[in-house]
């Protein structure tokens, strides 16, 4: 009933917007997350927004894929915080957190969260990554930070290579300017190739709701379309495929098998979300694959209480392979 409420609410309010009714709110105001919002300083005035839930022997850092923020975790907290307990948080320029001219490469996002991490002074981590942020959460591990016991990669970015034509097709395609000339009804596709089915669940529609918000928000969706590009280049540029073996500590994998977005079916037509699965099952040595179906690249949104299920199977016998 309260997330009915919520999606009518941001329908309505998003309809007056764009008919003029009313001025456009502000992007970050009009965020409403599921949980307290907290805020951390980094150095270099990196603001983080995260929430934490929960309590248990290990925390799980969730961190967020590209275009995405914090509330993509709402169901999979909702089903670990009684285990475990979780943080989520906003990259910067994301969500809640500050906003910066940064350079948005995987070292980037991985110093901030190894920055974020250690201000808090956790232990005994578990990161989580979705997408991108598994491929910044890979970047961290590569680092061997000795709070770091265990990884969960959801649908994670990384695995699948690129070639260097390739890299240029999407630095080509991927530019601030092509972004910000997305019609509605683009990213609206945009979001429901993320979910099975190619359909964008009702329970999900406030993520839509909430880009086209930003869009109205001239200044915060100019910042979001130079940011984006960045992102994209940052994860091609920075690739960690070569160095899957030197990882030392136990990851879960978990792919949806009706991934829609990885692998890139445009660039790689004869390879199957399976297949990159089981490559990233044979380059993180002691890895465990699980693969969930119905189930698109939105992982922890759609498949939430399996995810739950795996990762109470993988951590009771966590342990360093080194």
């Given amino acids: 009933m309260v ?10 309010s998003l309809s007056a917007q764009l008919a003029g009714q009313v001025k456009p709110i502000q992007y970050m105001e009009s965020l409403v997350y599921p949980y307290p ?21 290990y925390t799980l850092v969730m961190v967020h894929g590209l275009g995405s923020y914090l509330p993509v975790y709402t ?12 943080i989520a948080l906003d990259l910067p320029n994301y969500g809640k957190s500050g906003r910066g001219d940064y350079a948005f490469s995987m070292s980037f996002f991985a110093e901030t969260l190894d920055a974020f991490i250690k201000e808090l002074k956790l232990k005994k981590v578990i990161l989580v990554g979705h997408s991108m942020g598994s491929q910044v959460a890979l970047t961290l ?31 080509s395609v991927m530019t601030p300017q092509l972004v910000k000339a997305t019609p509605v009804a683009q990213i609206e596709r945009n979001f429901e190739v993320n979910f099975h089915g190619n359909k964008l669940p009702e329970d999900a529609r406030f993520m839509l709701e909430d880009r086209l918000r930003m869009r109205a928000d001239t200044q915060e969706y100019d910042r979001y379309c130079q940011m984006i590009p960045k992102c994209v280049m940052g994860m091609l540029n920075e690739p960690v495929f070569d160095r899957l073996p030197d990882l030392d500590v136990p990851a879960l994998i978990v792919f949806g098998e009706e991934d829609g977005l990885i692998p890139n079916r ?3 037509p004869g390879l199957t979300t399976r297949q990159v699965a089981e490559l990233g099952r044979e380059r993180i040595r002691g890895s465990v694959l ?23 199977e993988f951590t009771p016998g966590l342990k360093r392979k080194n």
């Fill in 37 to 57: 919002v907290q805020r951390i300083q980094l150095p270099e005035n990196r603001e983080i927004a995260y929430v934490e839930e929960g309590k248990g022997p």
């Fill in 141 to 171: 591990a590569l680092k061997k930070p000795a709070y770091l016991k265990g990884m969960v990669l959801l649908a994670p970015a990384g695995i699948e290579t690129f070639t260097a034509e390739q890299k240029s097709w999407y630095a």
């Fill in 290 to 312: 699980k693969m969930l179906s119905p189930c698109g690249h939105f992982v922890p949104w759609e498949c939430p209480e399996g995810i739950a299920l795996a990762v109470r």
């Fill in 266 to 268: 445009l660039l790689h």
């Fill in 3 to 12: 997330k009915h409420i919520r999606f009518v609410f941001f329908a309505l």
């Fill in 75 to 86: 169901k999979l907290i909702n089903e670990l915080q009684g285990d475990y307990r979780c």
